[in-house]
C-alpha cells in the first residue's frame, strides 16, 4: 500500500520558518519525482517546488529564493524547507510521488502564517 505522508505544519508568524517533511512507503522512492503543492479555498491546487530522481529541482517563481526542497533516498523523505515566510504562503501542502503514469499524493498539512 502507497502511502505518502506530510508533517511539519503549523502556525507560524510572518518571516518565519517551517520544514515539511513527506515519508513515502509502499514505492521505490529512489525513482520517484517528487514534488510540494498548495491550495487554498477556492482556489486551484498549485506547484510549489519539485525534486526529480536526478535531484534537478525547479520552483515556484513565488517562493523562489525563500523555499528550498530536498530529498534524503535513505530515509524515502522529501523535505521542504520554507524561510521568509509570508501571510500568502498561507494554504494546505501536499506531497506528490510520479514515475510513469503512476502518480500519488498525501493527505496535506496546513500551513498558516499570521501574526
Known amino acids: 500500500q502507497v502511502q505518502l505522508v506530510e508533517s511539519g505544519g503549523g502556525l507560524v508568524q510572518p518571516g518565519g520558518s517551517l520544514r515539511l517533511s513527506c515519508a513515502a512507503s509502499g514505492i521505490t522512492f529512489s525513482i520517484y519525482d517528487m514534488g510540494w503543492y498548495r491550495q487554498t479555498p477556492g482556489k486551484q491546487r498549485e506547484l510549489v517546488a519539485q525534486?526529480?530522481?536526478?535531484?534537478?529541482?525547479n520552483y515556484a517563481d513565488s517562493v523562489k529564493g525563500r523555499f528550498t526542497i530536498s530529498r534524503d533516498n535513505a530515509k524515502n523523505t522529501v523535505y521542504l524547507q520554507m524561510n521568509s515566510l509570508k501571510p500568502e504562503d498561507t494554504a494546505a501542502y501536499y506531497c506528490?510521488?510520479?514515475?510513469?503514469?503512476?502518480?500519488?499524493w498525501g493527505q496535506g498539512t496546513q500551513v498558516t502564517v499570521s501574526s
Open positions: 506528490r510521488g510520479t514515475f510513469t503514469s503512476l502518480d500519488y
Open positions: 525534486i526529480s530522481s536526478r535531484r534537478i529541482t
